[in-house]
């Protein structure tokens, strides 16, 4: 079953959440069921991004092609992932490699092979996303990966997307819980000017984070790849 | 038995490593048996910082009253921790009060409370500290690790260091392995120019670690505290 690519590169490093820092090759697939106000890979649902129908066979090869010896993890991100079955057959070849897969998705959406992914973060959007949460459907998919190793993480922007940080760290408190700091200018490309608000912006939730008793076992954590590259896409 | 404090602060983040991101309290010791070229807590050997011996009992009231309600975790960082036999005392305590214990040595003495910790940074030094790793011992602490939640953190500031990384990496394969950039000037006050140093050191090691297959499995980290707070002490 073909799933639609938008890019395949690596290897290189992951830069957010539970994995922070992990050398990974990244497959990025098409489309989203969402529609954030602030989404850092608009390319990849609004029209202005070009995506193969690809074979998971075919993205094998292509990952061998590019990351040749230098990597044993693949994080497959979107767009939203879940939305393609296709991945199943993806994630058991990558497996037949000996690669651990990663997966990011919002939440919105079940396939069973969630299952069978080795990293699993889940990324409900706060309010300054313009989206809503299906909170019915999340306390599903929350249920059935009981037992997987998954992570929530939510951006943050403002202090409301932080009240509501809160709300679901209570509402599933057991599950590993991540805060990451929002890119509100995704189409800069004044890298230093960028890193100086991003790096502001993670300091004021810090502070955030240290006065709510709700966040003691929370990690806060910033873009690594805002960081380093800037707005740049395919590293 | 007292243990010699240099300070208490927090709540703060876990700037570095297997915990990065995590809320939490921090509680430097003084001393080490090391004098690393680019230490960057001389202070706490050097004879310019002044330590105050405290009691397990002491430190946890300090903790409370400094941290309040809003944090779960403690690391107990220096100089060298494991050279204070009183800090399983201290640990048992955090463990009274529900807190998790996190503790960063270089893995050159050994101390029955290692194995209560909850989070162990184990981080021998390349040869760019000056210093040299006595393999024997650290081969018979990581074998008495064995079951503990333990992780290797190297510093790299050339590829020298990067070498010696590999090496280290491939004799313990199986404990979580991190990458962490140096930071070579940890004088100057000069945030700006200090950030956009590190974040090109940050990717030459991205760079020579994509590079690397040892490498496949490894996380390499930036220190955000240095790029959030620069070389600012208590933060
Ligand atoms: S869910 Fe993710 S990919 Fe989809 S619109 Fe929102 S930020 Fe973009
Ligand atoms: S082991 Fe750590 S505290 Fe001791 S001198 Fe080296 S860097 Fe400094």
Redesign the interface.
Known sequence: MKIPVMEIF????QGEGM?????TMFVRTAGCDYSCSWCDSKFTWDGTGKSTAMQPEEIIQELKRSGQ?????VTISGGNPVLHKGIGELIRLCHVQGW?VAVETQGSFWQDWLLAVDDITLSPKPPSSGMKTDFNKLDAIMGKLDEANASLKIVIFDETDFTFAEQLHMRYPSVPF?LQVGNSDTATTDD?HL??VL?RQ??WL?DL?????V????????Q?HA???GNKRGV
Do not use: R
């Open positions: 690596g290897p290189t490093i994995v922070m820092g992990q050398k010896q230098f990597f044993s993890h651990k991540f230093a890193v100086s790096l993670y300091e810090i984070t240290a006065c709510s008793s966040m003691n076992d929370a990690k806060v954590l910033p690594l960081l380093v590259w």
